[in-house]
């Protein structure tokens, strides 16, 4: 079925995974992706995120319920599952082969003949230039994440599963991720990843679904989830002259000093009309940056939980 004629993307129904009679992974969890969606899987560890991912793909059975991705549903072997890129628990490569052998190695073992439709774009988007001839033995943690995602980005998916895409990145490599993921689903795809680092779902996802132990704690879009109101930190180079400027801003709820710049949050007022009034006023704005609000909800969702 065209992506373009499914209701949602990925569908999770009454999904139960037990591997023992003390281990309950997954406890009757319900939640659905849109096509088009960037959804962040969110829970502490141990709350069944890959589970949930391994059952999507086909590689754990459910003890109950059922998970479909385009309409169809997920099985070993299911056709649908050539529609989806996916990196789960870690890319792994054969070292002594190059960065683009392992690629082709990949495609070949699935059948596909080479070279793959979106082999350019995933190499573009992962950006590895010429170290794609290296072996893979020299690569960097980072650099072979991103290799992991131009291989979930072979054949063109129409939506992508991913497990912690950014884990033990530096900053720069972190970086390098979310463009890449904006850049994939700015074309239309799904998004579905997995992360307990909330600062960067914020930045990367407009959905999240949160779970903990195995259940689904609470679901919708980041803003929703947030608040309707929004928190950024400000610094500038006169303070003084700034804090009346920002009181009195129609759409500025509060103004908080935080040396040594302020806390403000906002009610209806973008950050760049934010900046734009402060410059107006003759004050420079030397920082902008939203304030971890996600962070606050998810504590708040797991207690009352």
Known sequence: MPA????????????????????????????????????????????????????????VHPTAGDASILGEPAMPGAAVLARVGSMVEGPAFVPHLSGLGNLRLFWEAGGGRWPAPGLEEGLALADLGKAVGRRVKTYSHGMRQRLGLAQALLGRP???????????????????????????????????????????????????????????????????LVGASASVYVEVDDAVRARPVLERMRGVRSVKREPPGFAVELDGVTRPQLVARLVRAGVGVETIVSRHRLEDAFVDLLDES
Do not use: W, Y
């Open 158 to 224: 129409d939506v992508l599963v991913l497990d912690e895409p950014t884990n033990g990145l530096d900053p720069q490599e972190m970086r390098e991720i979310r463009r890449l993921l904006r850049d994939f689903s700015g074309g239309g795809a799904t998004v579905l990843l997995s992360s307990h680092l909330l600062s960067e779902v914020e930045q990367v996802c407009s959905h999240a679904v949160v779970i903990n132990r195995g259940r689904l704690v609470a679901s919708g879009t980041v803003a929703d």
């Open 4 to 59: 373009d004629r499914v209701s949602a993307a990925v569908t999770v129904s009454g999904i139960t995974k037990r591997f023992s009679a003390d281990v309950l992974a997954v406890d009757d969890l319900s939640f659905s992706v849109e096509p088009g969606q960037v959804c962040g899987l969110l829970g502490p560890n141990g709350a069944g995120k890959t589970t949930t991912l391994r059952i999507l793909l086909g590689l």
